[in-house]
Structure formats: C-alpha cells, structure tokens
C-alpha cells in the first residue's frame, strides 16, 4: 500500500508538492515545486493557485510530447518489419548500414516525426558529405522510411526529403576496350576465363554469375532470377556460352562456379580472384597500368550492354541486363554508335 501524502501535498495535482519552510521569526512559509525527469524539480514561487495552473499547463505538454512518435522509434520500426524482407543481402546490409547513420544524427537529441523539415534533411547531406553517393542512399531510404510511416497512420505529412537537392550523381563510365581484357585474360586459368566470358555474355551482376546452379540449366535454357531485383531472364544455350557450361558440368559439382575446395564461389572470393589477375597484367604492362587498374569484374556487364546497343538496339541491352527502364540501361551503354562525317550523310 502506497503511503499517504503529506498534509500540505493532498489535493494537489500530479508532478505538483509544498514544501514549509520555517523562518528565523518562526513563520511557516510554502512553496510549490514541480517535480520534472531525473528527480530535479522547478520552482514555482509562493503562491498556491499560481503553481497549480502551470502545473496543469505543465501536465499538458508532458502529455503532448508522449503522444508524438519520434522518428527514432520509426526507424526501429521499419528496421525489425521491413528490412528483413529485402530479397538481397546486400541491400538488407545498406539498409541497416543507412538506419545507423539516421538514427545518430535524429536521434541526438531525439526529433518528433512531425518537426522533421526539408532544412534538418539539407543538414543531413552536409553531415555527411565526405560520402555523397551513400548520403544519397541513405536520404532515399529516409523517404521510404516517411512513407512507411504514413502507411502505418504515425504522420499525413508529405516526406521532407521531397524537392531537397541531393549531390550529384556520378555513374562509372569505364568501358572494357577488348585489348585491355586480353591482358588480363593471359593471366587467368581456365576457370577465371570461364566466369569473365559468362558474366560477359549473359550481361549479368557477378552475384547472379556466382550463383547459376545446375538445377536453373533445363530444356536448353538457363534460367536467372537476379538476386538484386527478382527479375527473371532466360538465356538459350548455345555457341561459347554451351562450350563453357558443357566443360564447368563436366565434374559432379551443383554450382556452375565453384571455389577451390568445390563449393559455391562467393562473390567477395571471384573480386579478390580478379584483382589478382588483373594485379598480375599491371606488373608485366606498366604502360597500361592506368587503364587495366580501372577494370573491374562488374564491367563486364557493362561492355556486355554498350556492344548489344552498338550491335543492335538499346531495347535488346535493355531485356538482356533485366531492366524495367530505358534510363537504368542507359547508365550502362558506355559508348556511342559511330558517326559519319557530315558530307556523308548529307
């Protein structure tokens, strides 16, 4: 059982209490104290009716501030619900990578989802310019996080990312010239020569190489399901793509690809094989040095994208790499059809 309140305290409302004080001409004097976090109190002066006023006024905003959702509790939200049912590792990984960065700069002092404004966001890019590619992830996935909070009923606020300028954007422009990726290839076993040609001619991310097993090769057709994107491309197997499938199949292994104990390649494992090779083809052409240290095994998705547009159109680059977009592809075509001269065209 709780114990009674003194005297002087009953009747009081909540967070308000009088303490007496007795003076050296033996007169009893109150005073009123509202009692805030932490065990600290403020002063609220002599007089009775006074204290009891702010203390309601003060009851009232202690009530308000409970009743708004801070943007920390938002992230935590979406980071235990929706992060998990990302398809791919990597974007959980930047997801819960950009929810930490977000979660230091809102969450010290702890910001209301409502007080957010465009110019806390402005603050943020500059907070973190030294990497502006990731500030601009991680300014994307605030404005996912806002939109998931306002599916979830926390705010009808438009997100104040919306119109604030981000850093500009830097695609990599490095195209594979075929002399370059013959340095690298006089360095590669036959298994290195394998990958560079399949990433190449599927036009695929080295993470969806990594991963073709012998179960997605059926009917004559490989079947990838990219691991990025869920997109689904089918490729017919014939000509140099057969040779290499008919000599990797040849063993018992389930995995097209496979490290040197027989298991699955991992993509981290085939980028530190390359950068061996390519290593290698940097000592024996200095003079290359420059161009071959550019390379790297993404790009041949790339090379794999400009020559299809060269070849053909921008729509076959466009169904081979699995893009929903024109745009998306276009980051990847590195190069130009050639032109005539004017006189020629005329």
């Known amino acids: 059982m709780a114990r009674p309140r003194n005297r002087e305290n009953q009747g009081l409302p909540q967070g308000l209490i009088c303490r007496r004080r007795r003076r050296s001409n033996g ?30 006024r003060l009851n009232y905003e202690n009530q ?28 959980r990984n930047s997801n819960l990578q950009a929810i930490k960065h977000l979660t230091m700069y809102f969450g010290d002092p702890p910001i209301a989802l409502e007080d957010i404004e465009p110019q806390h966001i402005s603050q943020y890019l500059q907070w973190r310019k030294d990497t502006p590619a990731v500030a601009n992830i991680e300014v994307g996935l605030f ?20 119109g604030v300028k981000k850093f500009p954007t830097k695609y990599r422009e490095v195209y594979v010239e075929d002399f370059i990726l013959d340095k690298i290839y006089e360095f590669a076993d036959q298994r290195m020569t394998d990958i560079i040609d399949t990433a190449y001619l599927l036009g695929q991310r080295p993470i969806d190489v990594c991963k073709i097993h012998r179960s997605h090769i059926y009917d004559g057709i490989l079947h990838i399901t990219q691991q990025k994107t869920g997109a689904k491309v089918r490729f017919e197997i014939t000509g140099k793509l057969k040779e290499i499938v008919d000599r990797r199949l040849a063993s018992d292994s389930q995995w097209l690809f496979t490290n040197k104990w027989g298991r699955k390649l991992e993509r981290r494992s085939l980028g530190d094989h390359f950068k061996e090779i390519r290593d290698k083809a940097i000592l024996a052409y ?22 299809i547009s060269l070849k053909a159109t921008d729509e076959h680059a466009q169904k081979q790499l699995g893009h929903k977009s024109k745009q998306m592809t276009a980051h990847y075509i590195r190069k130009g059809k050639i032109l005539k001269p004017t006189d020629e065209t005329i």
């Open 27 to 56: 007169a009893i004097v109150e005073y009123y104290f509202y009692c805030l976090e932490g065990g600290k109190e403020k002063s609220l002066g002599k007089d009775k009716h006074f204290a009891i006023l702010e203390t309601a």
């Open 143 to 162: 404005n996912a996080i806002w939109n998931m909070a306002r599916e979830w009923g926390y705010t009808t606020l438009i997100s104040p990312s919306t």
């Open 64 to 91: 308000q501030k409970a009743e708004r959702v801070l943007f920390i509790d938002v992230l935590e939200r979406y980071k235990t619900e929706e992060v998990p049912k990302k398809k791919a590792k990597n974007t």
């Open 286 to 307: 200095p003079e290359l040095a420059d161009e071959i240290a550019e390379v790297q095994m993404r790009d041949m998705r790339a090379k794999a994208a400009t020559d």
